[in-house]
């Protein structure tokens, strides 16, 4: 009997291991099985972060292509003026431009060759440092404008979201620029052609016009999540229709215009004198806007009108400098008017996804302003409010944009 008991006993004790063995096996299994579920979960969830987070690839991709290759350029007119880097076709346009009378490589490693060492202290017939300026700057706000579209897009801030529309406002503006330089070159397309520069030239506005299409089209047709809070609409002082920063729309408002005003005389009237600013005469004189656009009815129409069509390329550049000028308002005043708040608070991370390439881009300006500071003094023009003026600007939207 105590046998038989001994083993029934040995019997329930190796029946209740099994049962826990098995109830242990089914446990993990139920673990493993819920593990890879709260996996998948996650997976899907950092997948759809990354989808409304990323800007699309092939957009990307294309502004990369395009703006990068018009930015390529750009640098080349501040940091070589005059040098060809595209063959035959970059040899033209540079030659319809006048940009090759400031490259000059004869020395070797001694020589300027159109670099920031071609700036002169002093202004004289030879040297032409209004030219250069002109130039030169051209292509700092042709870098700040082509950078607007490929800082963000490259190097996207952690709060911007593809899918919530932050990089929206941007895009237009950023397309409204390209189709302005486009039509700029397509004015001026009869004249490059002529000077052998028109296989550039269409490149260039077809660049710039697949750019905007496709920019267009991915804005168009991306689909916006957008978060709208529970609560009051009003956000402690703001309210969704308020404007983002008024210390920005102030600043804007006061150092833009008066950019604006300056590019739009460049730009649509050339060489015409704006008797409110002091000393544009000089600046005119300076930047050599009489010879290619002699005023009516002053002395310099009567000196310069039979010579003026010889400095066509002259023209192109300094209307050229004036249209990067206005489209970096453009972008500037987007920002600080266009822009508001907005019921999901969107509108500081709109905002500062401008303001933080305008800065950089208005940074370089100013370096080249300060440059040629005493090449335009010795020419009587005294640049110090210019680089006040930009550089409290730059200050402001650098310090909102980055903190």
Not at 67 to 88: E, K, Q, Y
Request: hydrophobic residues 45%; contains cysteine; charged residues 20%.
């Amino acid at each position: 009997m105590a046998a038989r008991r001994r083993q029934n006993a040995s019997n329930t004790n190796a029946a209740l291991a099994t049962n826990d063995t098995n109830r242990t096996i089914k446990s993990a299994k139920k673990e493993q099985e819920k593990k890879a579920v709260d996996d998948k979960i996650e997976s899907n969830k950092l997948a759809e972060t990354k989808a409304a987070y990323l800007a699309p690839l092939p957009l990307v991709m294309i502004v990369l292509l395009c703006s990068g290759f018009l930015w390529m350029l750009a640098f080349r007119d501040v940091m070589a003026t005059g040098r060809p880097i595209l063959g035959a076709m970059d040899e033209a346009m540079l030659l319809f431009t006048k940009s090759t009378s400031f490259f000059d490589d004869r020395n070797g490693f001694k020589s300027s060759a159109g670099g920031l060492s071609t700036i002169k202290t002093a202004t004289t017939d030879e040297n032409n440092m209004g030219g250069l300026f002109v130039r030169k700057v051209g292509g700092a706000a042709a870098i700040a404008v082509h950078s607007q579209k490929l800082i963000p897009l490259l190097f996207q801030p952690g709060d911007a979201y593809w899918k919530m529309g932050h990089f929206n406002p941007m895009l237009y503006t950023a397309i409204l620029g390209n189709m302005a330089i486009a039509t700029f070159y397509i004015f001026y397309l009869d004249d490059l052609k002529a000077a052998g520069a028109g296989k550039l030239s269409m490149t260039i506005v077809t660049l710039l016009m697949f750019e905007a299409a496709v920019m267009l089209s991915y804005v168009l047709t991306a689909k916006q999540k957008v978060f709208v809070p529970a609560k009051s609409s009003s956000i402690g002082s703001k309210s969704p229709s308020s404007v983002t920063n008024r210390i920005v729309s102030r600043t804007v408002a006061i150092v833009s215009s008066a950019i604006g005003i300056i590019a739009c005389r460049d730009l649509f009237f050339p060489g015409q004198i704006l008797s409110p600013i002091p000393r544009d005469d000089i600046y005119l004189e300076w930047t050599g806007a009489f010879f290619h656009s002699p005023p009516a009815d002053e002395p310099e129409s009567e000196e310069y009108e039979l010579e003026a069509p010889l400095f066509i390329g002259d023209k192109f550049v300094s209307q050229y400098l004036g249209l990067n000028m206005l489209i970096m308002c453009l972008f500037k005043f987007t920002s600080a008017f266009m822009i508001k708040y907005g019921r999901d608070r969107s509108g500081p991370t709109k905002c500062k996804i401008i303001w933080r390439a305008q800065a950089l881009g208005q940074g370089l300006v100013l370096f080249l302003f300060r440059l040629f500071t005493p090449a335009a003094k010795s020419a009587s023009l005294d640049l110090r409010w210019h680089l006040m003026m930009l550089a409290y600007e730059a200050f402001i939207l650098g310090l909102y944009g980055y903190f």
